[in-house]
């Protein structure tokens, strides 16, 4: 079993930068590959990137590629969602999640609560 809590959200100006963290309880934490995904009013949720246990290996969607990267500390239970260049179209509510299978969302068995990320214009 594995609990996962976002924070690091907020408001921030278009250009800006935020650093999302996903603290994890758990000792099974390392074994798991984790994601972010995010999901905007009236929206499906949707995958943005994700990293193997080890941290060795990530992958991206297109619509963040170059300005996220996702990274974790196995020593400190967390992941990490670094975004720059913030655009408007990235406001949404962003979650982190455990044990999945890359971008395929349905995979994916442990979920946050979420944490708003605002990009104003």
């Known amino acids: 079993q594995v609990q996962l809590v976002e924070s690091g959200g907020g408001l921030v100006q278009a250009g800006g930068s935020l650093r999302l963290s996903c603290a994890a309880s758990?000792?099974?934490?390392?074994?798991?590959?984790m994601g972010w995904f995010r999901q905007a009013p009236g929206k499906e949720r949707e995958f943005l990137a994700t990293?193997?246990?080890?941290?060795?290996?990530?992958y991206y969607a297109d619509s963040v590629k170059g300005r996220f990267t996702i990274s974790r500390d196995n020593a400190k239970n967390t992941v990490y969602l670094q975004m720059n260049k913030l655009k408007p179209e990235d406001t949404a509510v962003y979650y982190c999640?455990?044990?999945?299978?890359?971008?395929?969302?349905?995979?994916?068995?442990?979920w946050g609560q979420g944490t708003q990320v605002t990009v104003s214009s």
């Open positions: 990293i193997d246990w080890w941290g060795g290996s990530t």
């Open positions: 758990g000792r099974t934490f390392s074994s798991y590959a």
């Open positions: 999640a455990a044990g999945g299978d890359g971008p395929l969302i349905e995979t994916y068995h442990y």
